[in-house]
């Protein structure tokens, strides 16, 4: 695991690329060691995801956890969104050289991450807002927005990280929302338990 000071470099660097500006890169590990480590960042984002199934399974939910169990519900969550992180880290891997993107790869992975771990720091007030309020036609607004700018910020900070290529950044973020949609899918045929 990274240090915090670590954590905080990584997360200035994936805000300065959101933010249109490429030296964001020079903040982030970009070594071999730097890349395996960029995948501590699912740590690092644990506990605003869980806030997340929390919020689902409190406002959504209708008391399912004490049906089924927590460990079985809560470990359906854990599962999908490990899936849904790491699926299209493994098919953009796979694909890198025929698509010309054997160089990109690593500055892409690990600026993903990293952006992927803040943006759930980021939008973790939304879950508690739910929480409190409930889910309501404000809320649902709200999380519209919220999903709009975590989609506009993750193409941006993959346009940055991969040399300003638009149609790459827009294919990734297409991939890395399907990746979500397939991983969630079969979780839930897997287990029965609904996650989204």
């Known amino acids: 695991m990274p240090s915090i000071d670590d954590i905080v470099r990584f997360f200035s660097g994936a805000a300065l690329l959101m933010a249109g500006r490429s030296e964001g890169l020079k903040r982030l590990d970009l070594s071999a060691d730097g890349f395996w480590q960029s995948f501590s960042a699912i740590v690092v984002a644990l506990p605003p995801i869980a806030l997340s199934w929390i919020e689902f399974e409190s406002v959504q939910g209708e008391g399912r956890v004490t049906d089924m169990g927590p460990?079985?519900?809560?470990g359906a969550h854990a599962l999908a969104d490990i899936l849904a992180?790491?699926?299209p880290i493994l098919v953009l891997m796979l694909v890198a050289k025929p698509i010309g993107y054997s160089r990109k790869i690593v500055?892409?992975?690990v600026a993903t991450?990293?952006?992927?771990?803040?943006l759930a720091w980021v939008?973790?007030?939304y879950w508690l807002i739910v929480l409190f309020v409930g889910m309501g036609g404000g809320t649902a607004l709200l999380g519209t927005l919220v999903t709009i700018a975590s989609i506009a910020l993750t193409v941006r900070l993959i346009f940055f990280a991969t040399g300003k290529d638009l149609g790459g950044a827009v294919a990734?973020?297409?991939l890395m929302i399907v990746g979500?949609?397939?991983s969630y899918g079969a979780v839930m045929d897997v287990t029965g338990i609904?996650?989204?």
């Open 71 to 74: 460990v079985a519900v809560y």
């Open 85 to 87: 992180w790491v699926l």
């Open 107 to 109: 500055p892409l992975v």
């Open 113 to 118: 991450n990293w952006g992927g771990a803040m």
């Open 123 to 125: 939008f973790a007030p």
């Open 172 to 174: 990734v973020t297409v």
């Open 180 to 182: 979500a949609l397939v």
């Open 194 to 196: 609904a996650l989204i």
